[in-house]
């Protein structure tokens, strides 16, 4: 019964090829968000919908697509991946409105290797 | 432009004693404040909160302190044990509209016998 879950944990994958990182969350939360954990191990936020619209979209390449076929799920599109794109991403959700709103769950994280 | 910093990237104390974690913030729209922790190969979770209203705030051993005119809030672990042993995150953002969280980088912390 995870609450953020994504897959896959672990994606090797070649310079100049196209991939997918799907993610789900079952806390009934309302706005979902994908980070970016550089080399420098910052989290940045990369994009945030809620109830499937887009709401926050930080300056990344538009080779970087989010999709929310609903409130649930969140996947992430990467087109023509670069060996800059090599990154841990993670997927968070959280409910707007709560008491403590800005309270953000995190998945475990998707570990993307560009060669 | 790192609008909240964690200075120092590591930490080590011994179990039992007290563990301060700092965090400073430039921006003066933050008026709530994160931290989180995260063990390796996993993601962050969610450890206590404060808002800008308030200069305190306690979750059993934990407890967070703020300083708005000095922009600093300060992670206290009494007493801090083996298993605190993990990477501690700062996170701030505005309340109100969506919630854009600006992270720090971490700090390690290592709490040894």
């Known amino acids: 019964d995870t609450a953020v879950s994504q897959t896959p944990k672990y994606l090797v994958t070649q310079m100049g090829n196209d991939k997918s990182i799907k993610c789900e969350q079952n806390l009934g939360h309302d706005t979902m968000y994908w980070y970016k954990q550089d080399s420098k191990k910052f989290l940045k936020i990369m994009f945030s919908y809620n109830n499937k619209e887009l709401i926050i979209n930080e300056t990344v390449p538009n080779r970087f697509s989010p999709k929310s076929p609903d409130k649930a799920h969140l996947n992430l599109h990467i087109n023509s991946l670069e060996l800059g794109d090599s990154a841990v991403y993670f997927c968070?959700?959280?409910?707007?409105?709560?008491?403590?709103?800005?309270?953000?769950?995190f998945g475990p994280g998707t570990r993307l290797t560009v060669t | 432009d790192q609008q909240v910093k964690q200075n120092s990237p590591s930490l080590s104390v011994q179990e039992g004693r007290i563990s301060i974690l700092n965090c400073d913030y430039t921006n003066s729209m933050f008026d709530y404040f994160l931290w989180y922790k995260k063990y390796p190969a996993e993601g962050p979770t969610f450890l206590i909160s404060?808002?800008?209203?308030?200069d305190k705030n306690e979750d059993g051993r934990f407890t967070v302190f703020l300083n708005k005119s000095a922009k600093h809030l300060s992670l206290h672990i009494v007493p801090s044990q083996p298993g605190d042993s993990a990477v501690y995150f700062c996170a701030a953002g505005p309340s109100g509209g969506y919630n854009k969280l600006i992270f720090g980088a971490g700090t390690r912390l290592a709490v040894h016998p």
């Open positions: 404060i808002s800008s209203i308030k």
């Open positions: 968070a959700s959280s409910q707007e409105g709560e008491t403590a709103p800005h309270e953000q769950y």
